[in-house]
């Protein structure tokens, strides 16, 4: 041996592991254990290799190559392990008798390693050899797998695939080409688990329950603890953990069950609806599981109460809980890193990854950026090891779990749909992996690229999980992966020249498909389930090819149709009707659409109204056209171009230019008839600061006395003015006189910035209402605006500030205003004698500031707001501000009250509530009490409450008659809630309570990112799902004479705001028709593009639906502004 040595001497080299920022280190990141034993190897997708250099040196000069495979391989490489140089594995072994079977008899290498790892009684020296036993174990999977996978290779290489259709027109061209071969190569997908299409197709499934259940509520990381009695007390003689992984990995397997036991099934978090977690690695030695959890309404995590309830971000105190500081300060503290540590792994370009130490806090605040931020309070630091630690660097954590299963368990509530992407790309990111760099000691020159190796990292611990085939990832519910394919375009997998049996076999076998083709023909109860859903109702049978109904189960079973590229057109759209049609019997059935059967796909889409272009505005128009009058379809006309995108104005107008005139014609000529028509549109285009000549229609051809319209008449208003003045208390009266003195009083010293102060009741509206009268009836212009459209609406000529003053979305302390000089817009806002804006307190004080700016550029003076005299109304006891994801202390800060601005208003008041009955005027003054905290910090609510969501559905609307018309009952009543997703389901409650033919319009959801990758990673479905604020339903599901409410200002000017109730009168495919509350006026809705305004998603998307929801139950700060007789409070959360 020391000749052999001698003559062929080694090489030492150093094998040097890299960190690249620009590489993902959660999976390239250092090892942090030196006395950890992997293999690093580099494969396709990170598969092991089959095949190896192993050599023999027999007695002489020559070396013999040896397969893995051989069963001398292991006990020639391990001669410590196999003393007695007894075989290893052979691919001959046969299994004992008692554990033989028809199916099979020879022991696979997977078994007989997981017998030779099994601990038995006795001594074991396997067991006992320390890091050789680390090696034995990574070189047992490395060859395992590979050779699993090779395996699969050779005996595939004649498998071949082809779609049906192709494979019948190559068997009947074969007669002129005997040469040609049929298909394509291919290998069946690897069920190797962590490659990139494992983790993908994990990743959809688990973005298919999302669809199903919402986004996950809590993010769980639970590690290994190798101080668990468990596996110390297996330990023998002087054995570490890191020495028995075999030991770690079962019991980690274990406590991971029993976690899953405490959150699933003992609801510590509340009830769990769905869960997947994935099992990591990471070079850390330990295994660790990440887990999400799927909560259900009720016990959602909504307020920052709840979130102190269940997790903690503190240190506790150790003489009320010593055991529970104890495991905190051992496996909860993060690094420490930073300046006190700047060697720690955590550490990049001189800062924290995970942004520690954190800032102290008092109280928590839920959902800033999406995540919440924990209460940390400012207590004396503590000594942990050499460091001393506050509550800074503790990392969130569940008493209860830290204390049953000491060990690190990391609990984050997730916040936002934003995280949705982040939380699962990262459990689903793959492999861990290494990058490399092999030195030759002693060699100052070497190769860079050659030296360079980035393969994947397999440790110990993950070796023996995959040996024992635990799961490396698991979900609550079965996603059943559905065909897509076109017709006789199924795919077809065959072996090489078997095409004919391959043809047979596949024209009596069904897909998923096309066996829901024939279940929808053969059983009616399945006529209105879609195809993504079937799964949950029937179960397909691979022998038969048949969806047969489902006995149990089906409530954790979720269907998921793949994702389709835009590219392979034809079948995308295929993707996009299945989603929407029920009971489809056949592919041609699919195509026909109203009676009409399309040639393509994409053009069924298209006659369902599913793609965007001029067509869907043309079929609106034609169809408003059979039932209403010219004048509300110009009023429809102004609507599609405002909101529309319309392709085409121009050829839309002349193509529907008789409708759209025919009044006009039959009141003066086919000549002039359209130009009053075209004068009519440009008034109503105004409220979306569009003109004719912006859409490049014909200029009008008229007379300027025509084109001169008075807006109010001056005898009518001062009467009106005379009729309020006479109608005013006295405290109504001093505020009026005030206003009408600063109004016409141009004196210096005379205040020009008021505000009205007046809870709900006392006539704020009521004065605004006797101003306007009165200016406009002296011949001056006026401007009101309110902060809601449906607060405008209480105005005569009332608008949105944001419209007024063009005002833009997106604020901050320097935005201006998007209204230029010299223009229309700018000679009213010269000319206006008052501005008048009521529900002031909801407005940003950047809005009022960004005003300010605009009045003094207009006016070149800079006294506030122009020196124009300006009344805000409204009440500072009610809603305030609403900042996205906003602290209490954010919302304050972002009130009028506490700018300096504030300062320069003369405040007026009104007290008397001019509403409320005799008899009621303790409770107005009860409500009063609380809106100014004169009630304590407690409130005490009366008893009668209701306990389900039907008993304030059946005690505010059971006694109307909803198949009678009875707007003033409806118009008076509402059920009030605290959030959208209660008052949805309220109302879909009231909807079901309602008799009648339900109708569902479905949207159309597209992702707006040039991304491919986006809209593969975020699928229509999920899209579908989701339902922002100020966007309707997906399924937006109505019955003849519910009320709505409308989301968007369509005509501000004609009444149709974001918040005007409706009463639908007419149910179209096209358009919606429906009236006001009142019973007055009657509208046409068309669907629009809709985005949403402030959103949490790490990505936009556009929604194509009607702009309204449902409004039996709307949110309280959605009600604002509106008065009701009859309403019952919903306060499900503070």
């Known amino acids: ?392 660097w503790v990392v969130p954590y569940n008493p209860w779990l830290l204390k049953k299963f000491n060990a690190h368990i990391n609990v984050e509530v997730c916040a936002s749909v934003k995280s949705v992407k982040y939380l699962y790309k990262y459990v689903y990111k793959g492999h861990d992996a290494a990058s490399v760099k092999i030195q030759k000691e002693g060699a100052l020159d070497h190769d860079e690229i050659l030296s360079f190796v980035e393969g994947r990292y397999v440790s110990a611990p993950e070796a023996m999980w995959r040996l024992n085939e635990f799961n490396l990832s698991h979900k609550s519910h079965t996603v059943v992966r559905l065909a897509v394919h076109l017709p006789q375009q199924q795919p077809i997998v065959y072996q090489d020249g078997q095409e004919a049996q391959a043809i047979e076999r596949a024209a009596l076998r069904k897909t998923t498909l096309t066996s829901w083709f024939e279940l929808n023909k053969n059983d009616p109860s399945a006529h209105n389930i879609s195809y993504s859903d079937i799964p949950q109702y029937y179960v397909f049978d691979k022998s038969t090819t048949n969806w047969k109904k489902r006995q149990r189960g089906g409530q954790n079973v979720i269907g998921r149709l793949p994702v389709v590229s835009i590219l392979d057109s034809e079948r995308y759209y295929l993707r996009m009707l299945l989603l929407r049609k029920s009971g489809a019997i056949s592919f041609d059935d699919i195509l026909t659409v109203n009676g009409l059967r399309c040639i393509t796909f994409q053009q069924a889409c298209q006659e369902y109204g599913l793609l965007r272009g001029d067509q869907q505005w043309h079929d609106a128009l034609n169809e408003a056209a059979q039932f209403q009058s010219p004048r509300q379809l110009r009023m429809l006309f102004a609507m599609i171009c405002g909101f529309g995108e319309v392709e085409d104005v121009p050829d839309l107008w002349v193509q529907h230019q008789v409708s759209l005139c025919e009044d006009f014609v039959h009141r003066y000529s086919e000549q002039t008839g359209p130009h009053y028509a075209l004068a009519d549109i440009e008034e109503l285009l105004t409220s979306y600061n569009l003109s004719l000549q912006k859409l490049h229609l014909p200029n009008v051809d008229l007379p300027a006395s025509v084109l001169e319209r008075v807006n109010f008449d001056v005898v009518e208003e001062q009467a009106k003015a005379n009729s309020y003045t006479m109608q005013l208390n006295s405290e109504q009266r001093n505020v009026v006189e005030i206003l009408l003195s600063a109004v016409y009083n141009n004196a210096a010293d005379t205040p020009k910035c008021y505000f009205l102060d007046g809870p709900a009741g006392t006539g704020k509206t009521f004065v605004y209402s006797t101003l306007l009268h009165t200016i406009r009836g002296r011949g001056d212009d006026v401007i009101p605006v309110a902060s809601t459209g449906i607060a405008a609406t209480l105005l005569k000529g009332g608008r949105t500030a944001h419209s007024v003053f063009k005002i833009p979305i997106d604020l901050n302390a320097t935005s201006t205003c998007n209204l230029k000089p010299n223009t229309k817009e700018a000679d009213m806002l010269l000319k206006t004698k008052l501005i008048v804006w009521d529900e002031a307190p909801m407005t940003h004080v950047h809005a009022f500031l960004a005003v300010d700016r605009l009045l003094q550029d207009l006016t070149k003076c800079k006294e506030p707001f122009g020196g124009k005299v300006i009344l805000l109304g409204g009440d500072f006891r009610q809603v305030l501000p609403v900042i996205l994801r906003g602290s209490r202390t954010l919302t304050v800060a972002s009130s009028l009250k506490k700018h300096a601005l504030w300062l320069k208003f003369h405040k007026l008041y009104l007290t008397k509530n001019m509403r409320a009955l005799e008899s009621e005027r303790d409770f107005g003054a009860w409500l009063l009490d609380i809106g100014e905290k004169k009630s304590g910090s407690t409130i005490q609510l009366p008893l009668q409450c209701y306990p389900s969501i039907q008993d304030p559905v059946h005690q505010l609307y059971s006694d109307i008659d909803f198949s009678s018309e009875t707007p003033q009952e409806l118009k008076g009543r509402a059920i009030l809630t605290v959030n959208n997703e209660l008052s949805m389901e309220i109302n879909n409650k009231v909807l079901e309570f309602m008799p009648g033919n339900e109708t569902v319009y479905k949207a159309v959801d597209m992702i707006m990112s040039e991304d491919p990758q986006d809209q593969l990673t975020f699928p229509e479905e999920f899209l579908n799902s989701l339902t922002p604020t100020g966007l309707p339903p997906y399924e937006l599901k109505l019955k003849i004479g519910c009320i709505v409410m409308l989301l968007r200002n369509l005509a501000p000017s004609k009444g149709l705001c974001n918040g005007t109730r409706l009463i639908i009168t007419k149910l179209q495919q096209n358009i919606i028709q429906a009236k006001s509350i009142d019973g007055t006026q009657t509208f046409l809705i068309p669907r629009i593009p809709l985005i949403p305004s402030q959103t949490n998603m790490p990505f936009k998307f556009k929604r194509m639906q009607f702009p309204i929801r449902l409004a039996f139950s709307m949110t309280i700060n959605k009600s604002q502004g509106q008065t009701f007789e009859k309403i019952c409070l919903v306060l499900n959360e503070p």
């Open 1 to 392: 041996m020391h000749r052999l040595v001698q003559e062929h001497p080694t090489t030492s080299v150093k094998m040097v592991f890299l960190e690249d920022k620009n590489l993902d280190m959660r999976r390239y990141n250092a090892p942090t254990l030196c006395t950890e034993v992997a293999a690093i190897f580099v494969g396709d997708n990170g598969e092991p290799p089959a095949n190896r250099d192993i050599c023999v040196y027999p007695v002489g000069n020559t070396c013999q190559s040896i397969s893995p495979l051989n069963q001398c391989c292991d006990p020639m490489t391990y001669p410590l392990l196999f003393p007695r140089g007894e075989c290893s594995w052979n691919t001959g072994m046969e299994h004992v008798e008692e554990r033989r079977t028809a199916k099979r008899t020879r022991v696979t290498q997977l078994q007989y390693y997981a017998y030779r790892l099994s601990q038995r009684n006795g001594f074991s020296i396997l067991h006992n050899s320390g890091k050789l036993f680390q090696q034995y174990i990574v070189d047992a999977y490395v060859k395992t797998e590979g050779s699993r996978l090779h395996f699969l290779r050779q005996n595939q290489k004649d498998l071949r695939i082809e779609l049906y259709r192709g494979l019948l027109d190559a068997l009947e061209c074969r007669a002129h080409n005997e040469n040609i071969r049929t298909g394509k190569l291919i290998i069946l997908p690897s069920s190797f688990q962590g490659s990139p299409r494992h983790m993908q197709q994990n990743y959809q499934d688990a973005m298919a329950m999302v669809r199903k259940f919402g986004k996950p509520d809590l993010f769980l990381t639970f590690t290994c603890n190798p101080s668990w009695s468990e596996i110390l007390n297996s330990m023998e003689g002087v054995q570490r953990p890191e020495d028995r992984p075999d030991i770690i990995v079962r019991v980690f397997n274990m406590k991971l069950k029993e976690l899953l036991e405490d959150i699933c099934k003992h609801g510590i978090f509340g009830t769990v609806l769905a869960y997947i977690y994935v099992i990591e690695f990471q070079k850390r030695g330990l295994p660790h599981a990440h887990i999400l959890l799927t909560l259900d309404s009720e016990s959602k995590i909504r307020t920052k109460d709840d979130i102190d309830k269940f997790v903690s971000a503190e240190l506790p105190d150790p003489c009320t809980d010593l055991r529970l500081f104890q495991i905190v300060t051992k496996c909860m503290v993060h690094g420490p890193c930073g300046n006190i540590n700047i060697n720690s792994p955590c550490m990049r370009d001189g800062q924290c990854c995970k942004s520690f130490p954190k800032q102290f806090k008092d109280d928590t605040e839920e959902n800033v950026n999406g995540y919440p931020i924990y209460r940390r309070r400012a207590t004396e630091p503590v000594q942990v090891g050499k460091y001393s630690i506050d509550n800074r």
